[in-house]
């Protein structure tokens, strides 16, 4: 399975707009806070394990511990003792918006920390071959967006000073098991179940003054929203030794349902003139189901004793995506049947890395990098500007690994990522940098 554009399309369904809007105050026709929120895509994809984020994300055909569970379950059979293998990841986001003519530029940022994942891998013997099951979690991806739009900007043909804050929190977590099992001395093949649950909490605050005016029309609103998710899925994959030093890797995710049963509200205060309004504050249910894209991908692999070098290809087609049962009400105008096909595309995502034995102090170096389409290309919802700017994302990675006494792994990684999303009046700019240590105890 590929994490990062499956989680990125995902979130960003996770947090499509309402089903139909309650108040109908005259500023909010010129614009709906609460259906821009769906365009927002998370902070980005974690990782999985540091040793894979330190190697620019590489996980197909490189993976050699109980991570290979939840991306190419064949790659469990490298495991060859019982495996105890645990990571954490510790995050700092950042959203710089450049908003308006002139333009003004507002930043937002916000720290965090959590369990990236805790993997049990347990070898069987087999009369001939290997066979390794595992169980385990992982949190290969984290909502955590923040942006502050604030500057000068033009509303249907009026112009407005806007502040519009967003602020995103959250998590996407996997449980899976599974097996890998080698059917020839140099093939084996894996299988897992992958059942994935987590929340997503959105909070908005907008302030729209109008411009040129003795009395300046404003609004100010808030808009909040709380989704749980859960899906469940397959990943299979293959895992082949080649001649030379070379190793091949394919996984295929299938598609995934995913449930999001939450609630959404807002309010708004209103001054039009003399006259100031206020729409109290009513909370709505929501609930309907996405199905995912099937997601591809394939990794090469080539290792000598000191030196591995490996590179990933992933893809999944999000235009394939569909609604079971639609997040929009009749009066938004929006066809769900056609949603995906009008404003997502197919999202193919390369990574490279290496790591390099330094046999003097024992120590593996690291390095890679990443480079991926966003899947959603407009038009935004709340607006329906055009997208002028949509990714690509991009990343470096470093790190370092040490083997002791044959028993304990220890890996640390550093990953800075970088986004871009932009219309004709804003251009934001999202970056994080996140720190990963893994552990494994080999018994």
Avoid at 161 to 170: F, H, K, V, W
Avoid at 219 to 224: A, K, W
Wanted: charged fraction near 15%; hydrophobic fraction near 40%; include cysteine.
């Amino acid at each position: 399975m590929v994490f990062p554009q499956s989680l990125k399309g995902i979130a960003a369904l996770f947090l499509i707009a309402k089903c139909g809007v309650a108040l109908t105050p005259k500023m909010q026709t010129i614009k709906d806070i609460s259906v821009g929120v769906g365009e927002q895509l998370p902070s980005g994809w974690v990782g999985l394990g540091a040793r894979s984020q330190a190697m620019g994300g590489t996980l197909a055909a490189s993976t050699i511990d109980g991570t290979a569970l939840f991306v190419n379950p064949a790659q469990l059979t490298s495991v060859r003792r019982t495996e105890i293998l645990g990571s954490l990841a510790m995050s700092r986001i950042r959203g710089t918006a450049d908003t308006g003519n002139p333009v003004t530029t507002s930043e937002l940022s916000a720290t965090g920390t959590a369990l990236n994942s805790l993997v049990v891998s347990a070898p069987y013997p087999v009369y001939r071959g290997g066979f390794t099951f595992a169980l385990g979690y992982a949190r290969p991806s984290d909502y955590g967006q923040r942006m502050n739009r604030t500057g000068i900007v033009t509303l249907q043909g009026q112009v407005f000073r806007q502040s519009d804050i967003l602020r995103q929190e959250g998590g996407l977590s996997h449980y899976a098991m599974g097996f890998g099992v080698e059917v020839a001395p140099t093939t084996s093949m894996g299988l897992s179940l992958r059942w994935q649950h987590g929340s997503v909490d959105v909070r908005r605050d907008i302030t729209l003054v109008a411009q040129g005016l003795a009395l300046p029309d404003s609004l100010v609103g808030r808009y909040r929203q709380h989704n749980s998710i859960d899906g469940l899925g397959v990943v299979l994959g293959t895992h082949t030794v080649l001649p030379a030093g070379f190793q091949m890797g394919l996984s295929v995710s299938t598609p995934t349902r995913y449930t999001l049963d939450g609630t959404w509200g807002d309010e708004y205060h209103e001054a039009i003139g003399a006259n100031v309004y206020h729409y109290d504050y009513l909370e709505n249910k929501l609930k309907y189901k996405i199905r995912s894209p099937w997601e591809f991908g394939a990794g090469l692999t080539w290792t000598t004793y000191a030196l591995t070098l490996a590179a990933d290809v992933w893809y999944a087609d999000w235009q394939q995506a569909r609604f079971d049962g639609s997040p929009y009400g009749a009066s938004s105008g929006i066809d769900p049947d056609t949603f995906f096909e009008t404003r997502y595309r197919g999202s193919l995502r390369w990574h490279i890395g290496g790591e390099f034995l330094v046999p003097v102090v024992n120590t593996y170096v690291r390095a890679g990098y990443w480079t991926g389409t966003e899947p959603f290309r407009g038009p935004l919802l709340d607006s329906g500007e055009a997208l002028t700017v949509a990714g690509p994302s991009k990343a470096y990675s470093f790190g370092a690994g040490w083997l002791i006494d044959r028993v304990f792994a220890l890996d640390a990684a550093v990953v800075f990522r970088t986004g871009r999303m932009g219309t004709a009046q804003s251009v934001e700019k999202t970056g994080d940098r996140r720190f990963s240590v893994s552990a494994a105890f080999r018994m």
